[in-house]
Nanobody, 124 residues
Framework: VQLQASGGGLVQPGGSLRLTCATSGVTPDHYATGWFRQAPGKEREGVSCITNDDGMIFYADSVKGRFTITRDNAKKTVYLQMDSLKPEDTGVYYC??????????????????WGQGTLVTVSS
């Protein structure tokens, strides 16, 4: 299983970015694929996830209404569209699969597999 995140960068508050996660070897047995982030000096935080079999989608409360997760099964790629970005969204964003927690009870930051992160900086 391999995952590679890309698309980070510097953006002003209120701006947008789209992150891309290219995957290989992911199957429905890995339950869910998603994104988590780590800001400087803070704990890791689950951001969003999508179940691999039926495509159910979940978001952290902190990003609900601003971020959108989608996937392209043909390209084996998962995207995270981030709009109305805030300085507190700054951090390294990782994509992972084999989510430990992705459901109505909440989403976590633990995954069985994850790739190198991509840095998102929201600053004026």
């Amino acid at each position: 299983v391999q995952l590679q995140a890309s698309g980070g960068g510097l953006v002003q508050p209120g701006g947008s970015l789209r992150l891309t996660c290219a995957t290989s070897g992911v199957t429905p047995d890995h339950y869910a694929t998603g994104w988590f982030r780590q800001a400087p000096g803070k704990e890791r935080e689950g951001v969003s996830c999508i179940t691999n079999d039926d495509g159910m989608i979940f978001y952290a409360d902190s990003v609900k209404g601003r971020f959108t997760i989608t996937r392209d099964n043909a390209k084996k790629t998962v995207y995270l569209q981030m709009d109305s970005l805030k300085p507190e969204d700054t951090g390294v964003y990782y994509c992972g699969t084999g989510a430990w927690r992705c459901g109505y009870g909440g989403i976590g930051y633990e995954y069985d597999y994850w790739g190198q992160g991509t840095l998102v900086t929201v600053s004026s």
